[in-house]
């Protein structure tokens, strides 16, 4: 008998292999099955690990090698769909850290700072490579869009056209990335524009990229604001806000904005009112990420604005996420030296992960307008 043979002999003997297997199988996914969206195992405690640690388990297991999966999107999108994440097993670390979540404010300003050193500041050679021309990292929009620079145009003219910029309006950017949006809505609306970052990485780049323009940016927490704004955007950054600061946030939005302005919101959205993270993506992407839902937004905005438009195509994330994880695969080989083999694995697993998240319609992207109640209505386009 050959040892491959043995092996998977030996493989099926085991318990927690037993466990696993009949979980997959609820999904549609086998072990060392012939699809693509099939987990090849090559570590024999790659079971115990994961029915032991649960999402942790899974990700760092991956991370080490011990399993493979050529279709992680599509590996994700169907255990998502099956509901396996919640037949998992919660670790002791995962029920503290969502107790600690509830009592500690874990985005405080203090804290605020971590996922902009942990992340963002990965390195502008990364993300320069996996992002469009304008240094999007949120979802674009793909309605009428074949590439991810057509859906990320689209997205950031989406946004202008919301808000009605107009030349010589003033547009507070909280969360301004490296700039991308700034420098779209100066030049193409002729506007001036505010932004702050809590990344040093971000706040060069955007600097640059908007040298010449009426742009400031500044390495700020967004508590600290206190000026006038026509407009008000926030794109991507409420998701590290926090349910403790949420109320904070739609004041600070209140107390910048104009009597007659327009505040939108984009953000990624969850699908049920918790204060549960994922303990992979909290430990390895997001640290102190939580996302928000309907119910939250809805009750910490009520006594400052009216909602005018309310608008989701988390599906777009899906396309978004794919198209990123393409091109970081496709640059790899230029930033290879700078990053070690299991960085790629861990950041290719986060973006298939995610993109199989949004696919199963697990997780939401929303754009939410807000006004003070605008006399005849405001005409939102979509």
């Keep these: 008998m050959s040892s491959s043979c043995i092996e998977e002999v030996s493989i099926r003997n085991n318990p927690w292999y037993r466990i696993v297997n009949e979980m997959l199988a609820k999904a549609g996914v086998e072990i060392n099955g012939p699809r693509p969206f099939d987990i090849q195992v090559k570590h024999p405690d790659f079971f115990k690990r994961v029915l032991q640690e649960g999402s942790l ?82 979802c674009g929009y793909w309605k009428e869009a074949t590439t991810l620079s057509d859906a990320q145009n689209a997205k950031l003219k989406m946004i202008c056209d919301k808000l009605q910029l107009e030349p010589g309006m003033t547009l507070l950017d909280i969360g301004c990335g490296w700039g991308g949006l700034a420098q779209y809505a100066a030049r193409h609306y002729g506007v001036a524009v505010h932004g702050v970052t809590i990344s040093a990485e971000q706040q060069k780049m955007a600097q640059e990229r908007c040298a010449g323009l009426d742009v400031t940016i500044l390495l700020q927490d967004y508590r600290e604001l206190d000026m006038q704004f ?21 004041s600070v939005a209140d107390r910048n904005l104009k009597p007659e302005g327009i505040f939108l919101l984009h953000t990624i959205g969850s699908n049920k009112t918790n204060n549960s993270v994922d303990p992979w993506i909290d430990k390895y ?42 091109r970081f695969l496709q640059h ?14 861990m950041f290719s697993y986060y973006l298939n992960a995610c993109a199989g998240a949004f696919r199963a319609r697990d997780i939401q992207l929303w754009q939410i307008v807000f006004s003070r109640g605008i006399e005849d209505g405001l005409r939102v386009p979509h």
């Design 285 to 326: 992407i997001f640290p102190n990420g939580c996302l928000p839902s309907v119910c939250q937004i809805a009750q910490s905005s009520e006594k400052h604005f009216v909602m005018e438009d309310w608008h989701n195509f988390g599906a777009d994330y899906d396309k978004t996420l794919m198209a990123w994880n393409e």
């Design 332 to 345: 790899w080989p230029e930033i290879a030296d700078n990053y070690s083999e299991r960085f790629k694995r």
């Design 57 to 138: 388990g899974l990700g760092e297991s991956y991370m080490d090698g011990w399993w493979d999966c050529e279709r992680l999107d599509i590996f994700f999108n169907n255990t998502i769909r099956a509901g396996l994440e919640d037949q998992l097993p919660r670790h002791l670390k995962d029920t503290l850290r969502i107790a600690a979540a509830r009592i500690m404010n874990l985005q405080s300003k203090k804290r605020a700072w971590i996922v902009g050193k942990e992340h963002y500041d990965l390195g502008n050679d990364l993300f320069s490579r996996m992002l469009d021309e304008h240094m999007q990292y949120s």
């Design 230 to 250: 026509d407009r008000i955007v926030s794109v991507g950054m409420f998701e590290h806000v926090g349910p403790k600061n949420y109320a904070t946030y739609f």
